[in-house]
């Protein structure tokens, strides 16, 4: 059963709630962008873990470090329990997992696109997963030919709205209409501003399908007690 | 001037958690200030104290109260001076930085960490001061901060106290003190 139009996947991260309407659509397909360093692996991992901590299971892909690795990344949480991947609430999982690694001149064919989907649909089922992030998308999607990395966000998106998991996409850099935003459901824009010299974190909401969303500019703040946005001032 | 401490305390009292006050002070009556809020005033009802460092370095403003011998135990501070100097700490547990004055933002967030890490204690959020923070942004970048600030620690239920130097004040300053406070109190 699909999800239904309307419902809302209550991401347990108080501020970000507050700004999308409530939460993510269920089902719905998210796109976090935004530079290195602008916090966007601390983002999916915290919405993974508030999940967890309200009992929905969660799924991390990562196209980029291994489980092992990323496991030491984590940061210092004083609000999750420890437990949360040992206890297998969260699963960690690499690309490399999904998929058979077929490649046609060093580029995913569609038919390898749709392994990988239904490879992570199956971890999805697997899991009983709620939550999903595919951390980062360009690492794939750069080794698709555009009508290829199409289809496969496509059909991603059907996989997570088909089982009512909700996802993020995590998204490498700073361009407006890439792909990855043309088929997400929302868009979150993570970013750096600088004011006389000052260098701020900043966040901000782009699309977020079928809610009254915020559309300010907030300075962020990842903290041990989680993520904590502020609007941004302006002076006059 | 007749002593601070008394007149402090009994303005607290009367107006209870979630009223702005600023307390506009002379040079002389700093530290009498300083004692009368932390100690006579927090110490004694329990509450957390999250003391805002603008003026001088939170390791600078722990020494002068623990000579004083007052318990700072329940002291945390924000502190926006000791990052420009290379002065901050990482292992102290009791002070969050703000890497500088200018970054308002940042302020009001290490407020809000500092909430959520107190989980429901009662707080009482002290800026110290108001003139330093002047002297670092233009008093319509302050405004719109210091209404931020005082919305936020009055939803939290806490008491929110500004000081101000008597000596450094500002027309403009005072009008926006007058605009973002619910009470003014100028220590006679």
Redesign the interface.
Known sequence: MAATPGAKCCTGMDCIDRIVGGGFPVGGMISVSGPCGSGKTNFGLEYLIRGAMGGQKGLYVSTVHSPGKLLTYLPKL?YADGKIFEKGTVVLKHIDEMGSGERDDGKITKSEAFAMVADIDEAIKEQKASRMVLDATNPILVEMEGWVARVFLQSLSKVLFDSKCTGLLITEGDVPDCQEHTMSDGIIKLGTAV??G?N?RVLEVLKMSGAAHSRAKY???M????L????????? | MEEAAPQILSKLNELGPSVSVDFNIGVEAYFDTLTALVDRFCNKKGLTCIYISVTMPSSTTISALRSLEIDTAKMRFVDCISFATMECASDDAQTVYVESPTMLEYIVLKMEYLFRKGKGEPFMVILDSVNSLAAHNEVRMLYEFMQVLMASAKSRGAYPVILSMEDQMKPELQEMLQLVCDQFVTLK
Not at chain 1, 223 to 226: A, F, K, N, R, V
Not at chain 1, 228 to 236: Q, S, Y
């Open positions: 004083d004011r006389r000052d701020y300075v962020m703040d903290t041990p007690e989680g904590l946005i502020t609007p941004m001032l302006r002076g006059f």
